[in-house]
Nanobody, 121 residues
Framework: QVQLVESGGGLVQPGGSLRLSCAAS????????MGWYRQAPGKQRELVAT???????NYADSVKGRFTISRDNAKNTVYLQMNSLKPEDTAVYYC???????????????WGKGTLVTVSS
């Protein structure tokens, strides 16, 4: 019904920048909240940033001031601009969206397959 596809991951040096994108497609009636989560090896998945349909954003303390989440509702796309990257940011980044499907207006969480971000010299 709904697919989320992340892109933009890759290898970057400490202090560098990267921009992630996540596009939702399918039988979408509306998208409520969207967000980015990440999971490093041996650790649990953690919230990075979320954004409401009206553009209100929240960030994990570890990324405040460095990351910026945004969305383009016309394109059903959410972005994550990552600046001043640290080795600790290395993880698989997953896109999440609370989506109301056409014909069924209850919201449901959907997840992308993830994109790998590696911060290393």
């Amino acid at each position: 019904q709904v697919q989320l596809v992340e892109s933009g991951g890759g290898l970057v040096q400490p202090g560098g920048s990267l921009r992630l994108s996540c596009a939702a497609s399918g039988s979408i009636f509306s998208i409520h909240g969207m967000g980015w989560y990440r999971q490093a090896p041996g650790k649990q998945r953690e919230l990075v940033a979320t954004i409401t349909s009206s553009g209100s954003a929240n960030y994990a303390d570890s990324v405040k001031g460095r990351f910026t989440i945004s969305r383009d509702n016309a394109k059903n796309t959410v972005y994550l601009q990552m600046n001043s990257l640290k080795p600790e940011d290395t993880a698989v980044y997953y896109c999440n969206a609370d989506v109301a499907v056409q014909g069924y207006h209850d919201g449901m969480d959907y997840w992308g397959k993830g994109t790998l971000v590696t911060v290393s010299s």
